[in-house]
């Protein structure tokens, strides 16, 4: 049973338009929400969070939105670069420092 | 300042073989984790060190798995007897001593592990 879901495996997206990445959560314990970026052959490594009592954190090109009704957060990429043509993990933390994992989403900014 | 690395990178055995995955974390960091992806899931955690100590090992699949991490350094994880089911991407990852809030996590480039 997946506590947090990404359900869009990929997105594709035009160089300097803006990259939306989705993420949904299921257990009303997480508190602390992580975003990791991945290429091929490397690990993961860490984007950016936000914590459950923010709505938002933004940091350069990259904005993390939070909605706690819904339990859904997002990751804004603006402008988006070629170079940001990675997988994508949102994460969550609930009284553990151990993240849960999403599945990911495959970036692929086009030229 | 070297990060996270992992040895092999990859690694094809055969069913009924052992396989043995090393981790050396970042220098000063106490905590160590490994995690397992298998192709296409998410990132599941297997188990956490704070120094020699294993701290949380809920993740870890079966008894097949065994962790050390001796002397608090470098880790290792055996898989032995290797089944099938074992192939993914391993991942160790380490943080600084102390373990709530924002501590971050550095992850290694991971181990690919094919099992036929």
């Known amino acids: 049973d997946q506590q947090v879901k990404q359900n869009s495996p990929s997105l594709s997206v035009q160089e300097g338009r803006i990259s939306i990445l989705n993420c949904d959560y299921t257990?009303?314990?997480?508190?602390?929400f992580l975003w990791y970026k991945k290429y091929p052959a490397e690990g993961p490594t860490f984007l950016i969070s936000?914590?459950?009592?923010?709505d938002k954190n933004e940091d350069g090109r990259f904005t993390v939105f939070l909605n706690k009704s819904a339990k859904h957060l997002s990751l804004h990429i603006v402008p988006s670069q070629p170079g940001d043509s990675a997988v994508y993990f949102c994460a969550a933390r609930g009284g553990s420092y151990i993240p849960t994992f999403g599945r990911g989403t495959s970036l692929i900014v086009h030229p | 300042e070297a990060g996270v690395t992992q040895f092999p990178s990859h690694s094809v055995i055969e069913k009924g073989q052992t396989v043995t995955l090393r981790c050396d974390p970042i220098s000063g960091h106490d905590n160590l984790y490994w995690y397992r992806r298998v192709m296409g899931k998410e990132i599941k955690f297997l188990l956490h060190?704070?120094?020699?100590?294993?701290?949380?090992e809920s993740g870890m699949p079966n008894n097949r798995f065994l962790a050390e991490r001796t002397g608090g350094t470098y880790s290792t994880l055996k898989v032995q007897p290797a089944e099938l089911e074992d192939s993914g991407v391993y991942f160790c990852?380490?943080?600084?001593?102390?373990?709530?809030?924002?501590?971050?996590?550095?992850f290694g480039p991971g181990t690919r592990l094919t099992v036929l």
């Open positions: 257990n009303s314990m997480f508190d602390y």
């Open positions: 936000i914590s459950s009592i923010k």
């Open positions: 060190f704070v120094k020699e100590s294993k701290q949380d």
């Open positions: 990852a380490s943080s600084l001593p102390g373990t709530r809030g924002t501590n971050e996590q550095f």
